[in-house]
T-cell receptor
């Protein structure tokens, strides 16, 4: 089952605009991570935010985390056509085994029009 | 440093056959996890290996198995293939046992098509 759910499912914007993606999750977490995936390829780690952090920046990326609402957002500023990809949030969910595993949301497909 | 290497990149198999996929983690990484990605179910955790032992397992049938070798390379095997096993299989490595606040490094995946 999915721990995180991203919204929107798809987003289309013009180059230069900002893109905001949201992620909601269900259980308590140690951290939340965002990954990017170009079509049919592997995932690239973008940023990790710990449960005791509220905001984190990395280049044009800004991530916020609200543990009271169990939600996170990823903001990409001044988007470029090369940012076109799917973006996933991931959290460490405790499995039936009692051990944690990285669990991904359903993803947001971002299309940046040149 | 070379990244995570998965082979083969593409594979076509027939229903009922079995398949073995390979993953070489980043040099020095000892933890390998496998994920299945399909349009319908998204990214789902299969299993995690560390020090040649399966440490964690997702909700997949016993047809899905794996192993890890002393050099940390890992293989996963799917027996009696079904059409629904068609997916992108992704491998991720981490330096040590996945702990809170560590990132995973992913390979490019193996695209398996079952016909």
């Amino acid at each position: 089952s999915q721990q995180g759910e991203e919204d929107p499912q798809a987003l289309s914007i013009q180059e230069g605009e900002n893109a905001t993606m949201n992620c909601s999750y269900k259980t308590s977490i140690n951290n939340l991570q965002w990954y990017r995936q170009n079509s049919g390829r592997g995932l690239v780690h973008l940023i990790l935010i710990r449960s005791n952090e509220r905001e984190k920046h990395s280049g044009r990326l800004r991530v916020t985390l609200d543990t009271s609402k169990k939600s996170s957002s990823l903001l990409i500023t001044a988007s470029r056509a090369a940012d076109t990809a799917s973006y996933f949030c991931a959290t460490d969910l405790i499995m039936d085994t009692g051990r944690r595993a990285l669990t991904f949301g359903s993803g947001t497909r971002l299309q940046v029009q040149p | 440093k070379a990244g995570v290497t998965q082979t083969p990149r593409y594979l076509i198999k027939t229903r009922g056959q079995q398949v073995t996929l390979s993953c070489s983690p980043i040099s020095g990484h000892r933890s390998v996890s496998w994920y299945q990605q399909t349009p319908g179910q998204g990214l789902q955790f299969l299993f995690e290996y560390f020090s040649e032992t399966q440490r964690n397992k997702g909700n997949f049938p016993g047809r899905f198995s794996g192993r890890q070798f002393s050099n940390s390379r890992s293989e996963m095997n799917v027996s009696t293939l079904e059409l629904g096993d068609s997916a992108l299989y992704l491998c991720a490595s981490s330096p040590d046992r996945p702990k809170p606040n560590t990132e995973a490094f992913f390979g490019q995946g193996t695209r398996l098509t079952v016909v």
